[in-house]
């Protein structure tokens, strides 16, 4: 395996990592045990989240060397996925059933 | 593999094409089989479906999720997160090392990926039973439910996982196969039951 290439590779798997412990950081805030919904938790999580999945799609998944095509749909994917999550939250959180 | 200027690939047989930096940077191609990246995008928009499912249940009983959420080790979830990203890496690797026709480099990255999906798969049950020991089963609530659910999916991938890293080594094993389009479709399926764990930890470990 050429240099170029394994050092790209250690590059992103190191801010993979780095990026998880963020989330490790992240989900230990305000007391974990406090059970208290926390919107900007949540964006935070989910946001890191699909940074990651996009990074696996085009620097793992080798996207990045695709046709325009699948590396408009992964991230087509990706957009989508983020929106409808978020969404679900803050308008279930809105319209609670159990909210009265 | 498969060019965007529509060269055929050999489909069966030694497809031995290492790839220099120019063709890396300038030439659009499929990795691996595009049927496999018809079942990856399939396979992730079910998942969002459940996702979503998971977050309208969620956003209905904030407390109860929170409260149950509690009794998962967050730590746990990192360390499975960090096993699952590294067997990605080595999967990675052990394309760019078949590509250049260092095989007994990509043998050893696909045993190393194979080692860190068995860590992982290791994990989930010891984590599985904790939760049971401790009281929480499928049905003990709604948390719990979406919690084994999720999870159980994931692991019958990653069995399927195993299956296809066992067809790249028995393709790295020999000159007479040793096909870098198969090489690249196993890698795909592999990354895949990583990208999907990364929500999931997101889901059910971190968000509030």
């Known amino acids: 395996m050429s240099a170029g290439f394994g050092k790209r590779l250690l590059v992103v798997w190191l801010a993979l990592c780095a990026i998880t412990i963020v989330s490790l950081i992240v989900g230990s805030l305000e007391g974990r045990a406090a059970h208290v919904p926390n919107a900007a938790i949540t964006s ?40 409808s999550l978020l969404g679900v939250y803050f308008l279930g959180m809105a319209f609670r059933m159990d909210a009265g | 593999m498969m060019n965007a200027a529509g060269a055929g690939s050999p489909q069966h047989g030694v497809d031995v094409r290492p790839v220099s930096k120019h063709s890396e940077k300038s030439e659009a191609y499929v990795p691996g089989q595009p049927d496999m990246w018809a079942f990856v995008l399939f396979e992730s928009f079910l998942f969002t479906g459940y996702f979503l499912v998971y977050m309208v249940c969620r956003t209905q009983s904030p407390e109860l999720f929170l409260r149950s959420q509690a009794e998962l080790d967050l730590r746990i979830g990192t360390f499975n997160t960090l096993v699952l990203l590294t067997s990605s890496w080595t999967m990675a690797r052990c394309v760019k090392a078949a590509r250049e026709g260092s095989f007994p480099s990509a043998s050893t990255n696909a045993f190393l990926t194979m080692l860190f999906g068995f860590v992982f798969l290791v994990s989930k049950v010891s984590e599985w039973a904790q939760e049971i ?41 020999s000159p007479a196969r040793r096909s870098q389009e198969l090489i690249e479709t196993g890698a795909t399926y592999w990354h895949t039951i990583d990208f999907l764990w990364v929500i999931i930890f997101s889901l059910l470990y971190v968000m509030r």
């Open chain 1, 44 to 83: 935070s999580a989910i946001g890191i989240a699909l940074v990651k999945v996009r990074i696996i799609f085009r620097e793992f998944m080798e996207v990045r060397h695709a046709p325009v095509s699948l590396c408009r749909l992964t991230d087509a994917w990706v957009l989508l996925t983020a929106v």
């Open chain 2, 133 to 173: 020991r401790k009281g929480f089963g499928f049905s003990s609530n709604e948390f719990f439910s979406f919690y084994y659910f999720l999870t159980a999916i994931h692991f019958l991938h990653l069995l399927i996982g195993f299956v296809v890293l066992g067809v790249v080594v028995h393709q790295l094993s």
